[in-house]
């Protein structure tokens, strides 16, 4: 016999998922409707609506992927790319390699910007990928590296690889609705997100938008786009339209969550939303500091809301996590890859960016016996 389902109630503080507000858990509870109900369609444009809000853009090819980020990243990828087509991607974490295996799957020559894990891509090592590639299709980078809490700056690289006729695709699944990000301002032509993260809905859809120039590109293919499901040439005319042609059976309910927590964050206002993540980092900052913790990035390329940091000397990190986990409900993220069993990945995202969910870590940080500050 399979007892009911009855889980832990944890405390958020990982990497993602974050917390989920009680009002979005209430909407994933919403009674079934069709996917191509006519009430559900008000749904779909509602929530095109505000991603297109949140990511401050007026793209019309602006939807949701019936899947996580990484479709989303892959959606950019094959839709824009042909076999042959040169890219230039930037790789300073987990995120970035996996945009360029991608990439190589698509059958694109891959020009690769690597640097050290938790620093950031200058416009100088742009540069430097343009003498080598200098027309290249498109310019992937990642705006937040969850892999290391590396916030990239963008302006600047938008503004070079525009000039060399190049695409500008970026991912944005940990900084989306927590900090900056300007789609238009910036001329971005690809993005794409997460819903686990700072917009607190429950994982498995992925925001995704299009500038006209990148929709330009799409319908000058050659080639056949080597998905079939992620193929935008067929799901936008799901999300768009007087008429809505059948592709897939959305997630009804995940999309249900999806519009309750965009409500939420235009409620509280986006820009607000950034100021509150940078206001609880600051005292996160301070309080980790003082029990002798180090941040893995520059401070003025840091993710305010996953704080990467090296825990004081003398602590096994997998311990103290399992002990925060078990004794605490509460859940911090280990190291990946070059940072595995190093550092903690502490985040502090949408519902969990709370004084209270940094005063309880704190506090049961103080509280472990074995826990030893400098």
Known sequence: MYKELNT???????PGPSDAHPRVLKAMSTPLIG?????????????????????????HLTFVVSAPGSAGME??????LEPGDEVIIGINGVFGGRMADIAERCGAKVHKVVVPWGTIISTNDIKKALDICPKPKLVALVHAETSTGALQP??????LVHNAGALLMVDAVTSYCGVELKVD??????IYTGTQKNLSAPPGLSPVSFSDRAVK????????????FLDLS????????AKRAYHHTAPVSSVYALRESLRIVLEEGIEERWERHQKVHQVLKTKLENLGFEYLVEEQYRLPNLNSVFLPEGNDEALLRSILLNDYNIEVGGGLGDFAGKIWRIGIMGESCTLNHVNMLISALDDIKAFKSN
Not at 185 to 190: K, V
């Open 75 to 80: 959606t950019c990828l094959v839709n824009l």
């Open 8 to 14: 832990s109630n944890r405390i958020l503080m990982g």
């Open 154 to 159: 963008l302006k600047e690289i938008s503004n």
């Open 217 to 228: 590109v799409l319908e000058n293919r050659k080639t056949k786009v080597q998905s079939w």
């Open 35 to 59: 996917h191509l109900d006519p009430e559900f369609v008000t749904i779909m444009d509602e929530v095109k609506s505000m991603v297109q809000e949140t990511f401050i853009t007026k793209n």
């Open 185 to 190: 301002d910036w001329d971005i032509d690809a």
């Open 234 to 241: 067929l799901v936008k005319n799901y999300w768009g339209g």
